[in-house]
C-alpha cells in the first residue's frame, strides 16, 4: 500500500476515512471545551465538571493515536478516580471563589492570559517549523508489549511507582486525619 | 492537508499538548482557590500525556515506551491529587477558607 496516497488524499465526508476525520475534530473540541471551561469557569464544582469533559476528549485523542489501552486508562484513572477525588474534596471543604476585596495579583489579570498564549504561540510555531525525523518501528506498542516492558526493561520504575503511590495514599490519610478530634 | 486528514500529522497532537499546557498555566495564574490550581495542573500534565503520546506514535522506535511513561505520569498525577487534596481539606480545617490569600500566616 502506498503510504503517501492514503495520507495526502482529501477523503469525502461520508466515506469511512472522512468520518474517522469528524470524530477527530469532535474530539478535539470537546477537549478545547473542556479546558476552557477547567480555567476560566468560576465556580469550582463547574471547573471539575469541565475537567471531566476535558478528559474524555483526551482519552478519544489518545484513542487516534494507536492506543485503546492508554485511553481505557485516562477514562478510568482522571475521570473515575482524580475527578471524583476532587469533587469530594469540593464537598467537604466548599470552595466559592469570594468576591475580590484584595487587590488582584498581577499575573492574575490580562498578564495571565498573554504569558499563557505566549506559551501556546511558541510551542506550536517550535512544533510547526522543526523537521521531525522518525525512526523505523521495532515493535507494535500493544498491551501485550507494555506489559512484558513492564515486567522486564521498567520493572524498577514499575516497583516505585508502587511504593509511591503507597506513600502517597499513607500520607494523605494522616494529612487529612490530623486535628480531627478536636 | 485539509480539516478532515488533520489527525495523521505529528503537529495537530503538539499543538492539543501545547494548548492543553497554555489552559493549565492560565487557571494556575489565575485561580484564587487551592482546589482550583490543583484543577489547573491536572490540565498541565495532561498536556505533557498528549504529546508524549504523540512522539510515541509518530516517532519513537518503540511504540510501548511512550505508553508506560504516560501510565507512569497518571500515576504521579493521582499521587499528587490525593496528597493535595488531603493538605486542601487540613488547611480548611484549621483556617475555615481555601482561598490561596487568607492563608498568610508566614508573611513577614
Given at each position: 500500500?502506498?503510504?503517501?496516497?492514503?495520507?495526502?488524499?482529501?477523503?469525502?465526508?461520508?466515506?469511512?476515512?472522512?468520518l474517522?476525520?469528524?470524530?477527530?475534530?469532535?474530539?478535539v473540541?470537546v477537549?478545547?471545551?473542556?479546558?476552557?471551561?477547567?480555567?476560566?469557569?468560576?465556580?469550582?464544582?463547574r471547573?471539575?465538571?469541565?475537567?471531566?469533559?476535558?478528559?474524555?476528549g483526551?482519552?478519544?485523542?489518545?484513542?487516534?493515536?494507536n492506543?485503546?489501552?492508554?485511553?481505557?486508562?485516562?477514562?478510568?484513572i482522571y475521570?473515575?478516580?482524580?475527578?471524583?477525588?476532587?469533587?469530594?474534596?469540593i464537598?467537604?471543604?466548599?470552595?466559592?471563589?469570594?468576591?475580590?476585596?484584595?487587590?488582584?495579583?498581577?499575573?492574575s489579570?490580562?498578564?495571565?492570559?498573554?504569558?499563557?498564549?505566549?506559551?501556546?504561540?511558541?510551542?506550536?510555531?517550535?512544533?510547526?517549523?522543526?523537521?521531525?525525523?522518525?525512526?523505523?518501528k521495532?515493535?507494535?506498542?500493544?498491551?501485550?508489549?507494555?506489559?512484558?516492558?513492564?515486567?522486564?526493561?521498567?520493572?524498577?520504575?514499575?516497583?516505585?511507582?508502587?511504593?509511591i503511590?503507597?506513600?502517597?495514599?499513607?500520607?494523605?490519610?494522616?494529612?487529612?486525619?490530623?486535628?480531627?478530634?478536636? | 492537508?485539509?480539516?478532515?486528514?488533520?489527525h495523521?500529522?505529528l503537529?495537530?497532537?503538539?499543538?492539543?499538548?501545547?494548548?492543553?499546557?497554555?489552559?493549565?498555566?492560565?487557571?494556575?495564574?489565575?485561580?484564587?482557590?487551592f482546589?482550583?490550581?490543583?484543577?489547573?495542573?491536572?490540565?498541565?500534565?495532561?498536556?505533557?500525556?498528549?504529546?508524549?503520546?504523540?512522539?510515541?506514535?509518530?516517532?519513537?522506535?518503540?511504540?510501548?515506551?511512550?505508553?508506560?511513561?504516560?501510565?507512569?505520569?497518571?500515576?504521579?498525577?493521582?499521587?499528587?491529587?490525593?496528597?493535595?487534596?488531603?493538605?486542601?481539606?487540613a488547611?480548611?480545617?484549621?483556617?475555615?477558607?481555601?482561598?490561596?490569600?487568607?492563608?498568610?500566616n508566614?508573611?513577614?
Amino acid at each position: 500500500m502506498d503510504v503517501s496516497q492514503t495520507i495526502y488524499q482529501t477523503p469525502s465526508i461520508l466515506s469511512a476515512d472522512g468520518l474517522v476525520g469528524l470524530v477527530f475534530l469532535v474530539m478535539v473540541a470537546v477537549t478545547i471545551l473542556g479546558a476552557y471551561v477547567a480555567s476560566t469557569a468560576e465556580r469550582v464544582v463547574r471547573a471539575v465538571s469541565g475537567l471531566v469533559i476535558c478528559f474524555v476528549g483526551v482519552a478519544g485523542i489518545y484513542y487516534f493515536l494507536n492506543s485503546p489501552f492508554m485511553s481505557m486508562m485516562q477514562i478510568l484513572i482522571y475521570v473515575g478516580a482524580v475527578c471524583v477525588t476532587i469533587s469530594f474534596a469540593i464537598m467537604l471543604a466548599a470552595p466559592e471563589e469570594k468576591k475580590k476585596t484584595t487587590p488582584a495579583n498581577i499575573l492574575s489579570g490580562p498578564l495571565g492570559f498573554i504569558v499563557a498564549a505566549l506559551i501556546f504561540g511558541c510551542m506550536t510555531g517550535l512544533a510547526l517549523k522543526t523537521e521531525w525525523q522518525s525512526y523505523p518501528k521495532s515493535g507494535s506498542g500493544s498491551v501485550r508489549d507494555i506489559g512484558i516492558s513492564l515486567l522486564t526493561t521498567n520493572s524498577m520504575v514499575f516497583e516505585l511507582i508502587s511504593i509511591i503511590l503507597l506513600i502517597a495514599i499513607i500520607g494523605a490519610v494522616v494529612i487529612a486525619r490530623d486535628g480531627r478530634s478536636s | 492537508m485539509t480539516l478532515l486528514t488533520i489527525h495523521q500529522h505529528l503537529t495537530t497532537y503538539l499543538a492539543i499538548g501545547a494548548m492543553l499546557f497554555g489552559f493549565g498555566v492560565y487557571g494556575l495564574l489565575t485561580r484564587r482557590t487551592f482546589i482550583g490550581m490543583l484543577i489547573a495542573s491536572e490540565l498541565i500534565l495532561c498536556g505533557v500525556s498528549v504529546n508524549f503520546m504523540a512522539f510515541n506514535r509518530f516517532l519513537a522506535p518503540d511504540p510501548a515506551v511512550g505508553q508506560i511513561f504516560t501510565l507512569f505520569i497518571m500515576a504521579i498525577a493521582a499521587a499528587e491529587a490525593a496528597i493535595g487534596l488531603s493538605i486542601v481539606v487540613a488547611i480548611y480545617r484549621s483556617f475555615k477558607s481555601v482561598d490561596t490569600e487568607d492563608l498568610v500566616n508566614l508573611k513577614g
